[in-house]
C-alpha cells in the first residue's frame, strides 16, 4: 500500500492510485474551518495537530485556499504565505492542497489574466494540489489557472460543480468533463464538487459511474459536505462506485456544514471491503486528541444555529456559506425571516436565475438577491451590482437558460435589451502594470515589498496593507493560541501568558492593573513583559456629538435626497470605490462610488445631472444607511 | 543651631538643595506655583508655601519670594539655578532684609553678570581673553569700530550682547555686510530681551572645547578649585552631557588653567562656590568665556569625583562658616558624567514633551550611579517649566569603566509617557569619538547620525500590546 508524498508528480500519482487497492483521504482542515467556524481556526492550532496529521498519511491536507486568504489577513492576521512554510517544516511528506476559484482566484470577483498567473506561481511553490473550480462550470475561466499549475508540475484537480435538478444530469456532467480534457489533457484528478452535500448517496455514485463508464482511468476525487448529515452515504457511494480520493476531516472540530469524520469514513467502508491507502489510524485518532481541548476557544465562530440541515436540498447553500449566512441574519436581525428566505424565495430565485451552481461567489448573488427580495419587498428592485454583472454574463454564460426578460427590466429599466446588446457578454479583463502596483504597494508601506506581499495586496488591496501594517505594529500574532487571541471579557489580574515569538524566544506577560485617568478620557492597560514594566494606554471612547447627525434616515427621505444630489449610503456597508473627482461633470446614472456588503459590490449612481461638489466618504469607510457619500450639485 | 533656610527654585535642583539643608539638620522651606503642586520637591521638604499660580513668574518675583521668606521666618534663601540665581538684584534684597543669601555677594553678582566689566577684571588680572571689544559706542561710530576689530582679528566673529548670558543674544558675523545688517538688530533685541542694548564683538574660536573650573572660596579669600569639567557635548549651547575631569592629555595644562581659575576668582573677590568657563581652542590656547556666579547643574560629576558636597559647603560658608579643606586637600578620582535626561523627542528636533505623564518610571541602581530627579511613577510633567527630567551621573575608576557603566544604566534606565533623550544617549556613549574622549562643542552636529535610532518595540512588546487591547476592548477588535 503505497503512500502519497509531496514531491511526486502527477504521472507517478495517478499510477500508483490507479493500481491502488482502495482508496485515498485528503483532509479537507480549511474547508472545514470554513465551514463551521467561519474560516477562524488558526495557525496555532493548525501547528499543534501538524506532526499527528503528518503521520496519518492522508493524499492532501487542504489548509489553504477559498475564503481563507482572505480571512488569515484580514481576522487571524497571518500571512497565508508563512502559514504555509511553518507548516511545511512540520510536514515534509504531506501534499498541500488549495481550493482555487479559477478567474476569481481566492476572491470574488474576476481578476485581469496576468494577476491570475502571478498569483497562481507564487503559491504552486508552496501548493501541491490544487482544487480548480468556476461556479459556471464555464471551463475557460479556468484556464489560465490550469496552465499555471502544469506549468509549475504540480497536480491539477479541475471540478465539475454539482448540484441538482432537472438540468443537472448524467450526460450534461459527462459532456462537461470532456470540456474539462480537451483543455487539461488527461493527466489530472477530477473533482466532484459537491459543495452544499446535494442528492442522495444513490445520485452521488451515479455520477461517478457515468464518468467512469466514460473515462475508466479517471482518477475521481469526491467532495462533499455534512449539511444534510448524511455525507458519509455520498461518500461510500462514490468509493463504491470507484472514487479513488474522498474528502473528511479531523473529529474532533467536525461540525454540521463541513466534512464529516475521516475516523467513521474509514470504519464504515471498511466493512463495505474498501480500505483507506496509506492511512495510519492511530494518528487520526493523536491528531483529534491534540486538537479538542482547543475547540472550545471557536465557540463564538461556530455557527448561530446547531444542527444538521436537511434543507440543504431545498436551499442548496454550499456548506462554506451557511455559516457567515447564518451570521449575516443574526447580526441584520432577520434569523426569524430564514424559512422564508431559504425555503421559499432562495430556491425561486435558483430557478429564476437559471439554475447554476450556488458557490462562490454566485452563492452570494443568488443569496444577498433573496435577502434583499424578502427584506425590500419589491423583488427585483434593487439589484447588486454583482447581479446585474451576471445578467450580463460576465461571470460566463447560464450554463441552461437565460433569466426571465422580467427580471432584465427590472435591473436595467425598460431598455434592458440595449443595455444587454451593448454591454453583455464577457470582456476581458486587461492586465495591470504589476511593476507599478508594486511600486504603489511600496509608498503606502514605506520599503520594499516582497513578491509575496504583493500577490497579497494584488487579491485584496485595502486588507492587505492593512494587514502589514498590523503586524509592523502588533509583531506576528500567529504565535498565540485561540485562548489568547479570541479571548472575550478580557484577562484576569495577575494572569500570565506565556509564548514563543516568532524568532523562537520565549515571552512570559503578567497582566497588571487596568487604570483610568483623572479625566476620563484614557485608560492606562500596565503589563510586566518579560518581567518589565510597560503600559498601554488607549483612548476612550466618547460620545460624539456628531452622531446626532446619524440620525436614522427612512429609505424614502435617502431617495428623495438623493434627487437633489445629496449622496447617501442606503445600506450597512463598506466604501470600496469613490470613481468621481470634486469637482467632476456627472450625468444622473453614472456611477459615483461603489458600497461593498456581504462581499457584494453595489454601485451608487448620480440621480442628477450636475457636478460633484464635496466628496465626504473615503475608501475603506464602514458606513451606516443615511450617512453622507458625495454632495452633487444639480445643473441648473 | 537650626537654620531654616528657603529654596527659591523647584525641580531636581530644589531636592538636591533640601537634601543637603536636612543632612545639616537644618528646616527646609519649599515653594512652588500651581503648575508644581504635585511636585516632588515639596513633598520633600520640611514646609512647603505656595506662592502663586505662575507659571515662572512668581518663582521669578523677587518682593514675593522675600515676603514668603520673611513670614515664614527664615534664615537664609538658596536660589539654586536659574530664576533668580544670578539675579544681583535678588541677593541684594535678601541683604536688605537680613537674610542670608546662599550665594556670592550681590556686587559680584553684579560685576561678573556684566561681560565687559568682567572681561576687564579678567584682562587687569592677565586672564588669557579671547580677543574682543569693549561695549561698542552708539550708532555709527559703534559700527566702524566693529569693522575694525573684525579686519584686525578676522571673521567671523560674535556679536555679544553684554547683558545676555546662557547662549542668549549671540550672533555670528561672517562678513562686513553682515557686521553693517546684524549690528543695528543686535542692538533692538538685547534692547528688549535685557532691557540694555549694549553690545559688544569677540572673535570666534572654532569649535573649541568648553572647559570649565569649580571653585569655592570663602569670605576670607580662601580660595580653591574642585577641578575640570567639560561641557563640550552641547546642542544650541544648552549642555547636554558634562564630564569631570576634563580628558585633555596635558595634564600640565589642565593645571594651568585650574589655576588661572582660582586667579579669577580671587581677581573678582568670589566668594561661596562658582565656575569659570574657558574654551580652549585646537592649538591648546585657552581663554576665559566668564563666571557663573551659582551652583551649576552639572555640579554632580565634580562631587562625584572629589568627595566635595558642594552645596553643603555652599551653605557651610554661607552661614559663616571657613572652608574646611585646602587646596591639597582635593584629589581627583576617576571620572564621573552627568547626562541630562530630558522629556523631549530628539528625532523632532529635541521638542519638548511636556504635559505627558510619566507611566513607567524604573531607574537604573547600583555601584557608581547618582540620580537627581525629581519625577516618579504616575507624575504629569508640567509643560511651563524646562523639560530636565533626572541628571544620570555615574562614576568609575577609569574613563573606559564610566563609558561601560554608562551604557548599562541607560540600558537599565525605563521611562514611559514622555519620549526622553535616553535612546539617544544610547547612540551616543556608543560613538566611536566619545569613547575615545574626542569630542568638542560641535560633536552633536557633527555626528548627526547619532539620531538614528529605531523606537521598534521588540516583538514580545509588539504581541504584548495587542494583548492589552484585547483585555482593554474585552474582546480582540481584529479578529470579531
Known amino acids: 500500500m503505497e503512500r502519497i508524498v509531496q514531491g511526486m508528480g502527477i504521472t507517478e500519482v495517478l499510477k500508483i492510485m490507479r493500481q491502488a487497492d482502495g482508496y485515498y483521504i485528503t483532509n479537507t482542515a480549511r474547508d472545514m474551518s470554513q465551514s463551521d467556524y467561519k474560516n477562524r481556526i488558526l495557525l496555532h492550532t493548525d501547528l499543534l495537530a501538524a506532526p499527528s496529521r503528518e503521520e496519518a498519511g492522508y493524499f492532501s491536507l487542504e489548509i489553504t485556499g477559498g475564503a481563507s486568504v482572505h480571512v488569515d489577513i484580514l481576522r487571524k492576521q497571518v500571512d497565508p504565505f508563512l502559514k504555509l512554510e511553518l507548516l511545511r517544516e512540520k510536514m515534509p511528506k504531506t501534499m498541500f492542497q488549495t481550493l482555487c476559484r479559477g478567474i476569481n482566484l481566492f476572491g470574488y470577483r474576476p481578476y485581469p489574466q496576468n494577476v491570475i498567473r502571478f498569483v497562481v506561481k507564487e503559491f504552486a511553490k508552496y501548493v501541491d494540489v490544487w482544487r480548480v473550480f468556476d461556479f459556471m462550470n464555464h471551463v475557460p475561466n479556468m484556464q489560465a489557472v490550469f496552465e499555471e499549475v502544469q506549468a509549475a508540475g504540480k497536480i491539477l484537480e479541475p471540478c465539475i460543480c454539482f448540484s441538482t435538478g432537472p438540468e443537472h444530469t448524467n450526460e450534461f456532467y459527462v459532456k462537461k468533463v470532456q470540456e474539462i480534457l480537451d483543455v487539461t489533457g488527461n493527466e489530472i484528478v477530477l473533482c466532484i464538487k459537491n459543495h452544499g452535500g446535494l442528492g442522495s448517496p444513490k445520485r452521488a455514485g451515479d455520477l461517478v ?15 462533499g459536505h455534512n449539511t444534510d448529515g448524511n455525507d458519509i452515504g455520498r461518500i461510500v457511494a462514490a468509493a463504491m462506485a470507484g472514487a479513488k480520493i474522498v474528502d473528511a476531516s479531523d473529529h474532533a472540530f467536525t461540525g454540521f456544514y463541513g466534512p464529516p469524520p475521516i475516523l467513521s469514513v474509514i470504519h464504515t467502508l471498511k466493512e463495505y471491503g474498501r480500505n483507506a491507502v496509506g492511512i495510519n489510524e492511530a494518528a487520526i485518532m493523536e491528531t483529534s486528541e491534540v486538537l ?7 465557540e463564538y465562530f461556530e455557527s448561530q444555529i446547531k444542527g444538521f440541515d436537511p434543507t440543504v436540498q431545498i436551499h442548496k447553500l ?6 457567515s449566512s447564518l451570521e449575516q441574519a443574526a447580526k441584520g436581525g432577520f434569523l426569524d425571516k430564514m424559512p422564508e428566505i431559504l425555503h421559499k424565495e432562495l430556491p425561486k430565485v435558483q430557478i429564476e436565475l437559471g439554475n447554476y451552481w450556488s458557490v462562490t461567489p454566485g452563492s452570494q448573488i443568488l443569496w444577498t438577491t433573496a435577502v434583499s427580495n424578502v427584506q425590500g419587498g419589491d423583488r427585483y428592485g434593487n439589484c447588486s451590482g454583482d447581479l446585474k454583472n451576471l445578467l450580463l454574463g460576465k461571470y460566463g454564460p447560464f450554463p441552461f437558460y437565460q433569466p426571465p426578460d422580467w427580471i432584465y427590466e427590472k435591473a436595467f429599466g425598460p431598455e434592458w435589451k440595449k443595455v444587454l446588446e451593448e454591454q453583455g457578454g464577457m470582456e476581458a479583463i486587461e492586465d495591470i502594470d504589476i511593476d507599478k502596483e508594486r511600486k504603489v504597494l511600496a509608498d503606502k508601506l514605506g520599503y520594499a515589498p516582497t513578491e509575496q506581499q504583493l500577490v497579497t495586496y494584488l487579491q485584496h488591496p485595502n486588507d492587505a496593507v492593512n494587514f502589514f501594517r498590523f503586524e509592523e505594529k502588533f509583531g506576528r500574532v500567529y504565535v498565540l493560541p485561540p485562548s489568547i487571541l479570541f479571548r472575550r471579557g478580557g484577562f484576569k489580574l495577575g494572569e500570565s501568558i506565556t509564548f514563543k515569538d516568532h524568532s523562537g ?14 479625566d476620563g478620557s484614557e485608560t492606562n492597560v500596565y503589563l510586566n513583559i518579560d518581567h518589565h514594566q510597560r503600559n498601554f494606554v488607549f483612548e476612550n ?10 440620525a436614522k434616515l427612512s429609505k424614502k427621505e435617502i431617495e428623495d435626497l438623493a434627487k437633489a444630489g445629496d449622496v447617501r449610503t442606503p445600506f450597512t456597508a463598506n466604501v470600496c470605490e469613490i470613481s468621481v473627482k470634486e469637482g467632476q461633470e456627472v450625468k444622473a446614472g453614472e456611477k459615483l462610488v461603489v458600497l461593498e456588503a456581504m462581499k457584494m459590490q453595489t454601485p451608487v449612481n448620480s440621480e442628477v445631472d450636475g457636478v460633484v461638489a464635496k466628496i465626504v466618504a473615503k475608501v475603506g469607510d464602514a458606513v451606516q444607511p443615511g450617512d453622507e457619500l458625495v454632495k452633487v450639485t444639480p445643473s441648473a | 543651631m537650626k537654620k531654616k533656610i528657603l529654596i527659591a527654585n523647584r525641580g531636581e535642583i ?51 519670594v522675600i515676603g514668603v521668606a520673611k513670614k515664614a521666618g ?37 560685576s561678573l553678570g556684566d561681560k565687559v566689566t568682567a572681561r576687564r577684571i579678567m584682562k587687569e588680572a592677565g586672564i588669557p581673553m579671547v580677543p574682543g571689544t569693549d561695549n561698542l559706542s552708539a550708532g555709527d561710530h559703534g559700527l566702524r569700530e566693529a569693522i575694525d576689530f573684525a ?44 532691557n540694555n542694548d549694549s553690545v559688544y564683538l569677540e572673535k570666534v574660536v572654532i569649535n573649541p572645547k568648553h572647559v570649565e573650573v569649580q571653585i569655592i572660596a570663602d569670605k576670607e579669600g580662601n580660595t580653591v578649585h574642585l577641578g575640570s569639567r567639560d561641557c563640550s557635548i552641547q546642542r544650541r549651547n544648552q549642555k547636554l552631557v558634562e564630564i569631570a575631569p576634563s580628558l585633555i592629555q596635558d595634564k600640565a595644562l589642565v593645571d594651568k588653567i585650574c589655576e588661572t581659575a582660582v586667579t579669577a576668582a580671587k581677581a573678582s573677590h568670589y566668594v561661596n562656590a562658582g565656575t569659570v568657563e574657558f574654551l580652549v581652542d585646537r592649538d591648546w590656547n585657552y581663554y576665559f568665556m566668564e563666571i557663573n556666579t551659582r551652583v551649576q547643574v552639572e555640579h554632580t560629576v565634580t562631587e562625584m569625583v572629589t568627595g566635595i558636597d558642594i552645596v553643603r559647603t555652599q551653605i557651610k560658608l554661607a552661614l559663616g562658616k571657613k572652608l574646611s579643606f585646602t587646596q591639597d586637600d582635593i584629589h581627583i578620582r576617576g571620572y564621573a558624567v552627568e547626562m541630562r535626561i530630558n522629556a523631549e523627542d530628539p528625532q523632532n528636533n529635541f521638542m519638548p514633551e511636556g504635559g505627558k505623564t510619566v507611566s513607567v518610571y524604573r531607574s537604573p541602581g547600583g555601584y557608581g550611579v547618582r540620580l537627581d530627579g525629581f519625577v516618579y511613577q504616575g507624575f504629569t510633567i508640567p509643560k511651563v517649566y524646562d523639560s530636565l527630567l533626572v541628571k544620570m551621573t555615574v562614576f568609575g575608576f577609569s574613563w573606559n569603566e564610566t563609558v561601560d557603566r554608562l551604557l548599562r544604566c541607560l540600558n537599565n534606565f525605563v521611562i514611559t509617557g514622555p519620549k526622553t533623550t535616553i535612546p539617544y544617549y544610547v547612540n551616543l556613549v556608543q560613538d566611536p569619538d566619545f569613547k575615545r574622549g574626542d569630542f568638542d562643542t560641535s560633536f552633536i552636529e557633527t555626528h548627526s547620525h547619532l539620531i538614528n535610532y529605531e523606537e521598534q518595540a521588540s516583538e514580545g512588546n509588539k504581541l504584548a500590546h495587542l494583548i492589552a487591547e484585547i483585555h482593554y476592548k474585552g474582546e480582540n477588535p481584529y479578529a470579531v
Request: aromatic share 8%.
Open chain 1, 209 to 223: 459511474d457515468a464518468i467512469l463508464q466514460k473515462y475508466p482511468e479517471m482518477i475521481i476525487h469526491y467532495h
Open chain 1, 292 to 298: 479538542q481541548p482547543e475547540r472550545k476557544y471557536y
Open chain 1, 318 to 323: 454550499p456548506g462554506g456559506a451557511m455559516g
Open chain 1, 505 to 518: 524566544k520565549e515571552h512570559i506577560i503578567e497582566m497588571g492593573p487596568m487604570q483610568e485617568s483623572e
Open chain 1, 541 to 550: 471612547a466618547v460620545a460624539q456629538a456628531g452622531e446626532a447627525k446619524a
Open chain 2, 14 to 64: 530644589a531636592l538636591r538643595i533640601i537634601r543637603a539643608v536636612q543632612e545639616l539638620g537644618h528646616i527646609a522651606v519649599a515653594i512652588y506655583e500651581t503648575p508644581d503642586k504635585d511636585a516632588l520637591h515639596i513633598r520633600t521638604a520640611d514646609e512647603a508655601v505656595w506662592i502663586g499660580d505662575g507659571p515662572r513668574c512668581d518663582y521669578l518675583d523677587i518682593d514675593k
Open chain 2, 74 to 110: 527664615v534664615d537664609a534663601i538658596h536660589p539654586g539655578y536659574g530664576f533668580l540665581a544670578e539675579n544681583p538684584d535678588f541677593a541684594k534684597a535678601c541683604e536688605h532684609n537680613g537674610i542670608i543669601f546662599i550665594g556670592p555677594p550681590s556686587d559680584v553678582i553684579q
Open chain 2, 151 to 194: 579686519d584686525k582679528y578676522g571673521y567671523p566673529v560674535m556679536l555679544k550682547a553684554t547683558a545676555g548670558g546662557g547662549g542668549r543674544g549671540i550672533r555670528r558675523v561672517e562678513n562686513e555686510k553682515q557686521m553693517r545688517a546684524e549690528l543695528p538688530m543686535a542692538r533692538a533685541e538685547a534692547k528688549s530681551a535685557f
